[in-house]
Structure formats: structure tokens, C-alpha cells
């Protein structure tokens, strides 16, 4: 019978791609010590530095929030702030904002709520409604990250973590790669370089995969929202999702590989694609390329098509 390679106590999880048998507590233990690696690899917070932690309720940002909170605890001179975005979808975000709510009452840590209806005056739901060539997930995604880079920035923070984990990201590399969208993947996370205007982004899961993070956080008792986005079979990312999880159940390691391969490249691509002088949008101020953002040009969109169904 296999036993855990630390203690010799019986193993929770066989780890494919490194081969190794893991109990819980030394499973957490190596889940914990990759993510305080990374956060170091991402760059040092300095003292009385203030960091972001955009939390969704599920899984990955609730065990970043966790993971944050205890790596900087009251003594370390890093101040936690949790963001959290209710893009209005019935019957589901509500328990998420509980649940988060619920989880930052207990650590003490400042928890800010904002809503697309107060900020922008659509919902999601409302997005959704207007037919199925309409992808709740491209304009969710867009919208989400101007609000929390605006509110980020007016707090001060320095970064803001996301819980992006390593299915994620290879997703987000092979979508980019086979649509063409170099520069595109160029911009992913976590940023090295402060743009104007701009708070960078870390990642410390990164390199964790889903299933893992599944597993720590029903180790660690960390409370999260089981139930998926009604919108998420709409997706366009989700048949990469079952490409990777296919060529990793094939080949155990492919999701690492194709991380570390753009981990490799990045440094000659972002010589070749320096980051763009930005502007600020017309429309609302926000850092962007051209003269009008891409949140405030869907929105645009979104209205007009609103507009023309009532």
C-alpha cells in the first residue's frame, strides 16, 4: 500500500506528475509552501504596503484569501483589503457574498462589495437575456477587471491577487496561442512592469492545479461556494478546459509544461511587445489604448441592445 513520502502515514492524494504520495497535512503543507514561493518570485510587498484580493467565493480566491491571511498576518506590515463584485445574478452571487462576507468578519480583514447595476446599471442577468449570441463571460470578464482595477487604485493598493490557478492559466496561454492573440498573452499576469494607472496583478496559485486546490480547501475546512456561474456553459473557454484536462489525463504534467514554456518566452515576447502608452478612456478616465476603454465600448453595446428589447 503506498504511504506518504514525508511521514508514512496514509497518502490522500498520488501526486501524477511528480509521483509523490501525500498525506493531508504535508499535502497541505506542499500547496502552502509552492504559493509562499511564488509570492516572493512575483516581488516583495514592502512594509505598510497595501494589497487586493479579489474574491469570487469560490474555491481558489477563498484559499488565496486564506493562504494571504495568514502569511500576512497583523505583524508583517501588509495590509489586506477583499474586493468582491456583484454582477447581478440571481439565486447565485448573494451566497457567494455571504460566504465572503462571513469569512472576513472572522480575520478581521476589510471586505468592499461592488455591484454592476450601482456602477454601470446593467446585470448580468440582464446581458444573458438578450439572446445566446450574446457571451455573458466576455462582457462579465471585461467589466470585472476595469471595477477592480478603478477600486483597487482609489485604496492604494500595491497589487491585487486573483485566484487563478494552473488550469487557468494554461487555458488562458493556449486560447491566446491558437487564436493569435500574441499580444494578448503578452498581458497575462502577474505583472512585473506598474502602468499608470494600472495595479498589477498577482497570482499565487498558479501553479497549483484545480484538483488540488479542490482538495486543500476541503482539507483546510476553508468554506467556498460549490455551484458553478449559471452562464458558465456559455464559455468559450471551456472546450480548452477539456483539451487540457484530456492531454493531462495523456501526458500527467502538460499543464505545467505549457506554463513553464510560456514562462520562457515571455521575457523575448514582452522585448518584442513592450507595454502600449496609455491614454485615459473619454468616456470614464480608465487606463486604455485607443480613446474609449474596452469596458466602456460593450457597454456601449450592451445599452444600445437593452435599449431596443424594452
Not at 199 to 205: A, G, I
Amino acid at each position: 500500500m503506498d504511504i506518504c513520502a514525508k511521514c508514512g502515514r496514509e497518502p490522500v492524494i498520488h501526486i501524477r506528475y511528480s509521483g509523490s504520495d501525500l498525506c493531508g497535512e504535508h499535502f497541505a503543507e506542499f500547496v502552502e509552501a509552492r504559493v509562499r514561493k511564488e509570492i516572493k518570485l512575483q516581488g516583495k510587498l514592502a512594509k505598510e504596503s497595501k494589497l487586493a484580493i479579489a474574491v469570487s467565493g469560490g474555491k481558489d480566491s477563498m484559499s488565496v484569501l486564506s493562504i494571504l491571511s495568514e502569511t500576512f498576518g497583523p505583524r508583517s506590515g501588509i495590509e489586506l483589503v477583499t474586493l468582491i463584485v456583484d454582477e447581478g445574478l440571481e439565486g447565485y452571487r448573494r451566497k457567494a457574498i455571504k460566504l465572503a462576507e462571513d469569512f472576513c468578519s472572522s480575520r478581521d480583514i476589510p471586505c468592499e462589495v461592488m455591484g454592476f447595476e450601482e456602477s454601470f446599471g446593467i446585470t448580468m442577468d440582464r446581458v444573458a437575456g438578450l439572446g445566446e449570441e450574446w457571451r455573458p463571460c466576455t462582457f462579465c470578464g471585461v467589466l470585472r477587471r476595469s471595477l477592480l482595477n478603478r477600486r483597487a487604485r482609489e485604496l492604494g493598493a500595491v497589487k491585487i491577487a486573483f485566484g487563478h490557478n494552473l488550469d487557468d492559466m494554461s487555458q488562458s496561454v493556449l486560447m491566446n496561442i491558437v487564436n493569435g492573440d500574441i499580444q494578448r498573452m503578452v498581458r497575462l499576469g502577474p505583472h512585473t512592469k506598474v502602468q499608470d494607472g494600472l495595479v498589477p496583478r498577482m497570482l499565487p496559485l498558479r501553479l497549483i492545479p484545480e484538483s488540488e486546490m479542490v482538495l486543500y480547501a476541503n482539507l483546510k475546512k476553508i468554506p467556498f461556494l460549490e455551484s458553478h456561474c449559471p452562464y458558465r456553459p456559455r464559455a468559450h473557454r471551456l472546450g480548452f478546459l477539456e483539451l487540457i484536462n484530456r492531454l493531462e489525463e495523456e501526458t500527467p504534467g502538460t499543464k505545467h509544461s505549457i506554463l513553464s514554456s510560456y514562462d520562457q518566452i515571455i521575457p523575448a515576447l514582452r522585448e518584442h511587445y513592450p507595454p502600449a502608452k496609455l491614454n485615459q478612456c473619454e468616456k470614464c478616465g480608465e487606463p486604455t489604448m485607443g480613446t474609449v476603454c474596452k469596458a466602456c465600448e460593450l457597454l456601449g453595446k450592451v445599452r444600445g441592445a437593452l435599449s431596443e428589447s424594452t
